[in-house]
């Protein structure tokens, strides 16, 4: 804004005079002192912070730091590759597809069949000990859980049990939300509706005698959706919780009779439910179907032996070009077999080891910075 | 009062605010989606919320968008309050209305037209008004209108100065004012007033505008015309214009690169989407059945729009706001600089626009100013030739000055300030050598300067020339001191006796006569002549017995290293021949015709046979550090013109004495000076009308400026200066300029100025920064992309419209060298940054519609969509781009070549965006590839599942995260503690906010907007997750690591070798102070004035002949002269060890 300037200096010029003339006469320190705090009322502070002089770490790339660095890196990586190549190389996998596309695969007839509960199966041999804990998984190819409008297409409050979801379930659930009559379905979306059906049974032939091998489907879905984000209504008999509702339309029974002999088991609860609709995030994927129960003649994991996987085919793949497949597994402390993780780092590990190389050759041959 | 009230005149009151309460949201909000970016904003949560496309919930771009305008707005709001403030204050401020026959105290907003104000001395006009006065003569200084600060004076109408200050007169004065519609010129006004039927002319002298001041007045009286934003002041406080760095410019291309960018990948999605449809989608149906009224077709199309919402984050939504940040954080940071700040008179440095930091990184060339810019514009008198011997400052051979300085303390009238270290003058003075009395006396006597005695014994002086200010102050100090003037006599004390001479002419002063004199009678009775004047000049008309002092003198002058030399003469008169002349004198001045040209002849014949006493030198001081200065900015290959409306001999003195020009320069081809005055180098190309073929005569003298030789004196127009830079000559002017390593123009006018630059501007497409303290430097300062304001002097003309300032020359090379080298290479780290994190975050989206059906399935779950730019990458980005420096300022001085990467504009280019696109194209393939190759078919290591969305999500989010702020750590050179902090406080705040919101208590609480549960938990505890991240992470940061290290070795830039010797050597010692050689041989005589006041001192009456003078084209910013102590001189190198010794 506008300024006196010339008063301005006017007024300040005696100031300084008398100031000068103090340093003869001896005035004392602090009556300078006020004066100078008020004469530079504009002085910036000085601190580090607005001088920008704050101590600062100030790395470089110095060839000491950068080569051994990478020398380093290249080492451990290499150690953990091949930790992780002997982790996974012990791990064992069978995979069996039982989609049934060719004429000779035992499924063949129930895929090409639109009966219901068509039964099926598959017959395996293992020569040695499957050692345990085995893992029995379903997998399924070419099958889009991530596609946005399938992955949305579900009503959280309603599967958390809220009631007033029941009757009007979530538009996001469309066209899963309501059937031909206006009835709203329960469990909504299409994630639920299109629930995997498939049921298999394990059975072992020893010197033909055939027995039953006993899985365990309990604690199969992550806890936190067993227990926090899944919650049946708290209704006895959960039952009257659906009265007003359908099933979804491609269901065979109703949630409330997933599992009618556990109650823990059963409606939104249900293992095989929730491990459905915890939705993969690649069109690749498997899930997990049952554990083998360590009990018995199984303690230790599936003995040598001949197995026959009894199936019942309801899940319909081919439309899609899908493909279905059951899964044996053990995992390690790394989880499931995945030479993928081994491989890369140690091909990583010897890229830097290379690397470091190369650096020390430019290194050697330029020497920056002693050249001048 | 009423009647003119009955007309709606604007009142006083101003109003420069944009907004009021009311206002504020719908305006502001308005302004603020005129911007693009904001636009798009809004597009994209109009699309969010229709549910056919939606693929992000809206919250996502409407929480960025509410952040950005918020902030904006918050900013907006803040200076409107400012606004309102200021307006508050100057509409509050009072002023003395006479109403209904008496003076009440009003408050400025409710001035009205046709009101009768009473103004005191040193205060503000009002309004533009026309007055009366005491003497009918009011002195006011309009450096609040145009940055002029010598007095002007405007008299009022005999008819209403007859008027005085009876306000019973004036209450009854009844009078009709007819004027010209309000415009925007200062120096025009047309209007009558009308008082009892007569008619007077009303002109530009005899109104006050707003903004002046009055000064030397005991008060007037005035009418208001013209109210608050009718007046001219404020009509002339138009809209700046609004200056863009090249950088924004490059973003905004960038950003619609982008924008292409962007459509051609949604494009391929939505191709993609198509064929996926045909051969997998219709066949999925059976899970999914295709929402009722949408085909393949359509969805396709729904989908591109989708893709867009995905994809948004390519185009930067907080980009303009962190840019905004970095920008005020620069310009705190050049306010809060000690080491600009100037404490002489407590001036800090100042960023008033807070938009251009980073430009001042790549400067190019630098338009300066001299007077009050390179100089102090403190004139001092500090060396005289007296009868043949010489006096002043003595050194020694090492350039310390070798005596005390003069005690002047037995003059109880001298001047404190002034300073001399030649004792024999004041010996030969006290012991009454009469040659040196006369020498004094003259200069106490031959002068316009109008004196001020405010309290007895305390004179200052108003000088209209700071020259003739530094002459009489120093006849003052040795004791010949001007006490006070009436037109008729001028009394001097002489060696504490008052003696009164009578004035009997003032034969004054114009650039043709280049001399000034006055005829005198001593109280003995006795006529003499003084004359002062330029050398060639005076010796033409010296008596011939002088011949052999004029040699000595001559020598004197030619030992006088650049200063401004005066020679004195005087010449005794005889009685009968003076009245015989003032009777012959008296006629000219009333003749109708030739009245000058009579004059001069008169003036000629008196002024002849003089007595030639002896020569002063007056130096004009150069602001310290200026070589030093300017020898840093070459070296940091930045071209120096200097813009001058001096003559060209003060402008090479100048030039040689501080260091653009030298000796040698004269000899070396293509170092070459080029001098044009203007007006002449009009001649000059006019005479070769074709310059292509008439290269050689004309450019080979152009060595040494043949232009500036004086050819026919051409009257220096405006229309012919403007002419010569108008022309097809104006790009040979260019090019021959710019192949000199030195420019000094002179004799240009400010518009020229601003021509000059804007030719640079327009045809070297460089970066151009102009520096000046005075209104003829604002034409420039605006013209440049970046204007420069010396502030702390007097006129705040070019401070106000500059978008820099600080008090002294020598802050210029710590702006640019220091402030502008970080600031650039901060923004342009920033913008690089920017981008790449961005790429690489929305890239991965794209690899990820390969695998999902293209169904413009997010990769990564909404909160960390939302929070991505504005929460978890947004500090430490910050914190790097406010604090980060390659070097420190000291070796930024040291090393003033670090400067040129950011004048050829090497850090941020299409070049370097792209390679930060393909950078962050990488980087994406890696943080999705490799969880996906990892991930596939893995289980955990309890067995049950690991790849369901909300984990794969959150595994590539944290893979990212870690990616990005890493890759800022590679990038960041200067690690403070608080970007330290940041860092951690980003990654710690990432994962605790993950944690938080997939929480079994979040789920609880918003049931539908937190569905995620478990994510976090169920991920972290796999080692797999952690050995997936470190891979990635790894493979992104150390191929980036291997190619600087390699590119280091082969190619060092010359950041690398400072950056690398900083840290192995201390900073070497303050280089050596060299001392200041000047050019011996130049000597050069200025006024800085075109006219003195010879009329206005003289002239008896009320003064009814108006001065001739015009309207000045160059400011004389004469400080004051109390001002000439000596500069306590300081060397960069000494703050530098200053500086040094705060940080042990």
């Known amino acids: 804004m506008f300024r006196v300037s010339v008063l301005q200096t006017t007024d300040v010029i005696p100031s300084k005079e008398k100031s000068r003339?103090?340093?003869?006469?001896?005035?004392?320190?602090?009556?300078?002192?006020?004066?100078?705090?008020?004469?530079?009322?504009?002085?910036?502070?000085?601190?580090?912070?607005?001088?920008?002089?704050?101590?600062?770490?100030?790395?470089?790339?110095?060839?000491g730091i950068v080569i051994p660095g990478f020398v380093l890196i290249g080492l451990a990586f290499i150690g953990i590759g091949v930790a992780l190549l002997v982790t996974s190389r012990s791990i064992q996998v069978l995979e069996l597809d039982y989609t049934g596309d060719g004429n000779g695969s035992p499924c063949s007839s129930c895929s090409q069949s639109t009966t219901v509960n068509c039964k099926c199966s598959l017959n395996f041999t293992l020569d040695t000990l499957f050692q345990g804990p085995v893992f029995f998984y379903y997998g399924l190819s070419n099958y889009f859980q991530n596609y946005r409008r399938y992955g949305a297409s579900k009503d959280d409050n309603q599967l958390y049990g809220d009631l007033s979801y029941f009757t009007s379930p979530s538009s996001s659930c469309s066209p899963y939300d309501y059937d031909g009559s206006k009835n709203p379905i329960v469990p909504c979306g299409s994630i639920a509706n299109s629930m995997f059906n498939d049921t298999f049974t394990l059975t072992r032939t020893v010197s033909g005698k055939t027995?039953?091998?006993?899985?365990?489907?309990?604690?199969?879905?992550?806890?936190?959706?067993?227990?926090?984000?899944?919650?049946?209504?708290?209704?006895?008999?959960?039952?009257?919780?659906?009265?007003?509702?359908?099933?979804?339309?491609?269901?065979?029974?109703?949630a409330y009779e997933l599992d009618t002999s556990d109650a823990s088991n059963n409606g939104f609860v249900n293992q095989d439910f929730l491990v459905w609709m915890r939705r993969a995030a690649l069109p690749n994927f498997r899930k997990l179907y049952r554990r083998i129960d360590a009990s018995g003649d199984y303690q230790n994991g599936l003995p040598a032996g001949n197995y026959t996987i009894d199936i019942t085919y309801n899940y319909p793949v081919r439309v899609f070009n899908g493909a279905k497949k059951v899964v044996f597994s053990n995992v390690s402390w790394m989880g499931g077999k995945n030479e993928f993780l081994g491989i890369a780092y140690l091909v990583i590990g010897s890229l830097c080891v290379v690397m470091s190389v190369v650096m020390l050759i430019v290194y050697a041959k330029f020497k920056f910075p002693d050249e001048e | 009062r009423t009647f003119n009230l009955s007309f709606r005149y604007a009142n006083n009151a101003i109003k420069t605010s944009k907004y009021n309460i009311f206002t504020f949201l719908p305006l502001n909000l308005f302004e603020q989606f005129k911007r693009l970016a904001n636009a798009y904003f809004l597009f994209l949560l109009i699309l969010e919320l229709i549910p056919q496309i939606s693929s992000l919930s809206w919250i996502t771009t409407g929480f960025a968008l509410i952040v950005v305008l918020s902030i904006t707005g918050v900013k907006d709001a803040i200076d409107d309050i400012n606004r309102h403030k200021c307006d508050r204050q100057v509409n509050n401020r009072k002023v003395d209305v006479l109403m209904d026959g008496q003076l009440k105290n009003e408050k400025w907003m409710n001035v009205q037209v046709g009101d009768i104000v009473k103004l005191g001395n040193n205060e503000f006009v009002t309004v533009t008004s026309e007055r009366n006065s005491p003497l009918n003569l009011v002195y006011v200084d309009t450096a609040e209108l145009d940055g002029e600060t010598n007095l002007k004076v405007k008299q009022a109408l005999t008819v209403t100065g007859e008027l005085g200050d009876n306000i019973e007169a004036l209450a009854a004065f009844n009078g009709e004012v007819r004027c010209e519609p309000p415009n925007n010129r200062l120096d025009k006004f047309k209007g009558t007033l009308t008082v009892n039927g007569e008619r007077y002319a009303l002109d530009n002298d005899k109104v006050l505008l707003r903004g002046c001041t009055l000064r030397n007045t005991e008060w007037c009286f005035g009418l208001v015309i013209f109210g608050g934003p009718d007046s001219k002041l404020i009509q002339n406080s138009g809209k700046s214009m609004f200056k863009r760095t090249s950088i924004d410019h490059l973003t905004n291309i960038l950003v619609l690169c982008i924008f292409g960018f962007l459509a051609s990948m949604c494009s391929i999605l939505?191709?993609?989407?198509?064929?996926?449809?045909?051969?997998?989608?219709?066949?999925?149906?059976?899970?999914?059945?295709?929402?009722?009224?949408?085909?393949?077709?359509?969805?396709?199309?729904?989908?591109?729009?989708?893709?867009?919402?995905?994809?948004?984050?390519?185009?930067?939504?907080?980009?303009?706001?962190?840019?905004?940040?970095?920008?005020?954080?620069?310009?705190?940071?050049?306010?809060?600089?000690?080491?600009?700040?100037?404490?002489?008179?407590?001036?800090?440095?100042?960023?008033?626009?807070?938009?251009?930091?980073?430009?001042?990184?790549?400067?190019?060339?630098i338009f300066s100013d001299k007077t009050g810019t390179l100089t102090q514009n403190i004139m001092t008198f500090n060396k005289c030739s007296i009868n043949g011997k010489a006096y002043g400052d003595l050194y020694d051979f090492s350039g310390q000055r070798r005596t005390e300085r003069v005690d002047f303390s037995w003059n109880n009238l001298a001047d404190p300030k002034y300073n001399f270290h030649d004792h024999s003058l004041v010996e030969m003075v006290r012991s009454g050598n009469p040659e040196t009395q006369e020498f004094f006396r003259l200069l106490s006597l031959c002068h316009t300067v109008m004196?001020?005695?405010?309290?007895?014994?305390?004179?200052?002086?108003?000088?209209?020339?700071?020259?003739?200010?530094?002459?009489?102050?120093?006849?003052?100090?040795?004791?010949?001191?001007?006490?006070?003037r009436t037109p008729e006599t001028i009394t001097v004390v002489e060696m504490g006796r008052q003696v009164i001479y009578e004035l009997l002419a003032i034969l004054d002063f114009n650039n043709m006569r280049k001399r000034m004199s006055v005829i005198v009678r001593s109280p003995e009775g006795k006529l003499t002549l003084y004359c002062k004047g330029a050398d060639t000049v005076i010796f033409e008309r010296l008596h011939p017995s002088c011949n052999k002092l004029m040699e000595v003198t001559t020598d004197h002058l030619n030992v006088s290293d650049g200063l401004r030399t005066l020679v004195l003469a005087y010449k005794d008169l005889n009685e009968n021949y003076m009245i015989d002349w003032k009777q012959r004198h008296h006629e000219a001045s009333v003749a109708m015709e030739g009245r000058e040209e009579k004059l001069d002849e008169l003036y000629e014949e008196i002024e002849k046979d003089m007595m030639l006493l002896g020569a002063t030198a007056v130096e004009d001081k150069l602001q310290d550090g200026v070589p030093q200065t300017?020898?840093?900015?070459?070296?940091?290959?930045?071209?120096?013109?200097?813009?001058?409306?001096?003559?060209?001999?003060?402008?090479?003195?100048?030039?040689?004495?501080?260091?653009?020009?030298?000796?040698?320069?004269?000899?070396?081809?293509?170092?070459?000076?080029?001098?044009?005055?203007?007006?002449?180098?009009?001649?000059?190309?006019?005479?070769?009308?074709?310059?292509?073929?008439?290269?050689?005569?004309?450019?080979?003298?152009l060595h040494y400026g043949v232009l500036t030789d004086d050819l026919t004196p051409?009257?220096?127009?405006?229309?012919?200066?403007?002419?010569?830079?108008?022309?097809?000559?104006?790009?040979?002017?260019?090019?021959?300029?710019?192949?000199?390593?030195?420019?000094?123009?002179?004799?240009?006018?400010?518009?020229?100025?601003?021509?000059?630059?804007?030719?640079?501007?327009?045809?070297?497409?460089?970066?151009?920064?102009?520096?000046?303290?005075?209104?003829?430097?604002v034409s420039m300062i605006k013209?440049?992309?970046?204007?420069?304001?010396?502030?702390?002097?007097?006129?705040?003309?070019?401070?106000l419209s500059s978008d820099y300032s600080f008090a002294q020359f020598r802050y210029l090379q710590r702006l640019l060298l220091v402030h502008g080298r970080w600031s650039y290479i901060r923004m342009c780290k920033f913008l690089g940054y920017f981008f790449y994190k961005n790429f690489t975050f929305t890239l991965v989206q794209f690899w990820y519609a390969f695998f999902c059906g293209f169904s413009a399935q997010t990769v990564y779950d909404e909160w960390f969509i939302t929070f991505y730019n504005m929460v978890y990458t947004a500090l430490p980005v910050l914190g790097m781009c406010l604090f980060d420096q390659d070097v420190n300022d000291r070796w930024s001085l040291q090393h003033p070549e670090l400067y040129a990467p950011g004048q050829k504009n090497q850090y941020f280019n299409k070049k370097a965006f792209v390679s930060y696109l393909i950078h962050g194209c990488y980087c994406s393939l890696i943080i999705f590839f490799i969880p996906w190759a990892s991930m596939n078919d893995a289980v955990r290591n309890d067995g049950k599942d690991i790849v369901s969305h909300p984990s794969f999500a959150f595994l590539l989010q944290t893979c990212l995260l870690a990616v990005v702020h890493t890759q800022l750590c590679v990038d960041t050179y200067y690690w403070t503690a608080v970007n330290h902090f940041f860092v951690l406080l980003s990654t710690i705040g990432y994962f605790a906010i993950?944690?938080?919101?997939?929480?079994?208590?979040?789920?609880?609480?918003?049931?539908?907007?937190?569905?995620?549960?478990?994510?976090?938990?169920?991920?972290?505890?796999?080692?797999?997750?952690?050995?997936?991240?470190?891979?990635?992470?790894?493979?992104?940061?150390?191929?980036?690591?291997?190619?600087?290290?390699?590119?280091?070795?082969?190619?060092?830039?010359?950041?690398?070798?400072?950056?690398?010797?900083?840290?192995?050597?201390?900073?070497?010692?303050?280089?050596?102070?060299?001392?200041?050689?000047?050019?011996?041989?130049?000597s050069g005589y200025a006024f800085s004035h075109s006219q003195g006041y010879g009329d206005l001192v003289t002239s008896r009456k009320f003064l009814m002949k108006r001065s001739t003078k015009r309207a000045p084209l160059f400011t004389q910013t004469d400080s004051s002269i109390f001002q000439n102590q000596p500069q306590h001189y300081r060397t960069i190198a000494e703050e530098a060890e200053e500086s040094q010794s705060h940080k042990l």
């Open chain 2, 714 to 777: 051409i009257p220096s127009s405006l229309h012919h200066q403007a002419f010569a830079l108008e022309k097809n000559l104006r790009l040979e002017l260019l090019r021959t300029a710019c192949m000199c390593q030195t420019v000094i123009c002179c004799r240009v006018t400010p518009l020229q100025k601003a021509q000059v630059v804007q030719l640079v501007k327009k045809y070297k497409q460089a970066v151009t920064l102009a520096i000046g303290d005075g209104a003829n430097d």
């Open chain 2, 451 to 484: 004196p001020e005695e405010k309290k007895e014994g305390e004179l200052s002086y108003q000088a209209q020339s700071p020259d003739e200010g530094a002459l009489v102050t120093a006849a003052r100090n040795f004791g010949f001191v001007f006490r006070s």
């Open chain 2, 994 to 1082: 993950s944690v938080t919101m997939y929480s079994n208590g979040m789920f609880y609480v918003f049931t539908s907007s937190f569905p995620l549960i478990g994510a976090a938990r169920n991920t972290l505890n796999q080692p797999i997750v952690w050995l997936t991240i470190f891979l990635t992470f790894l493979l992104c940061i150390l191929p980036v690591v291997a190619i600087r290290f390699i590119f280091i070795q082969l190619r060092p830039t010359i950041n690398d070798k400072v950056r690398y010797k900083m840290r192995t050597e201390e900073l070497p010692g303050p280089a050596p102070r060299h001392l200041l050689r000047r050019r011996s041989t130049r």
């Open chain 2, 630 to 701: 300017i020898e840093q900015l070459a070296k940091a290959d930045i071209k120096i013109w200097v813009l001058t409306g001096d003559k060209q001999e003060t402008a090479e003195n100048i030039g040689y004495s501080c260091n653009m020009l030298r000796e040698e320069m004269k000899d070396v081809f293509n170092q070459m000076m080029i001098v044009f005055c203007q007006s002449e180098a009009v001649t000059a190309y006019e005479f070769f009308p074709h310059p292509q073929g008439a290269r050689p005569p004309l450019w080979e003298p």
């Open chain 1, 21 to 63: 003339c103090g340093r003869v006469g001896g005035v004392s320190r602090s009556e300078k002192m006020v004066k100078q705090e008020s004469e530079s009322a504009n002085r910036p502070d000085n601190t580090a912070f607005t001088q920008q002089r704050l101590p600062a770490w100030q790395p470089i790339l110095s060839a």
């Open chain 2, 783 to 799: 013209a440049a992309h970046i204007g420069v304001g010396i502030s702390g002097q007097e006129g705040m003309q070019a401070v």
């Open chain 1, 211 to 254: 027995d039953s091998v006993p899985l365990d489907g309990k604690g199969i879905a992550w806890w936190t959706d067993y227990n926090v984000k899944y919650r049946n209504p708290s209704v006895t008999p959960l039952k009257n919780a659906f009265n007003g509702t359908v099933k979804p339309i491609d269901w065979a029974k109703p």
């Open chain 2, 270 to 365: 939505t191709i993609g989407n198509a064929i996926w449809e045909r051969n997998e989608g219709s066949v999925f149906t059976m899970f999914l059945p295709r929402e009722p009224g949408i085909d393949a077709p359509l969805a396709s199309f729904l989908i591109f729009w989708s893709y867009v919402i995905v994809l948004n984050a390519l185009i930067p939504s907080s980009l303009y706001v962190s840019v905004e940040f970095i920008r005020l954080g620069n310009s705190f940071f050049i306010d809060w600089d000690r080491k600009m700040y100037y404490p002489k008179n407590d001036t800090p440095a100042q960023a008033r626009t807070t938009t251009l930091n980073e430009e001042l990184g790549q400067i190019k060339y």
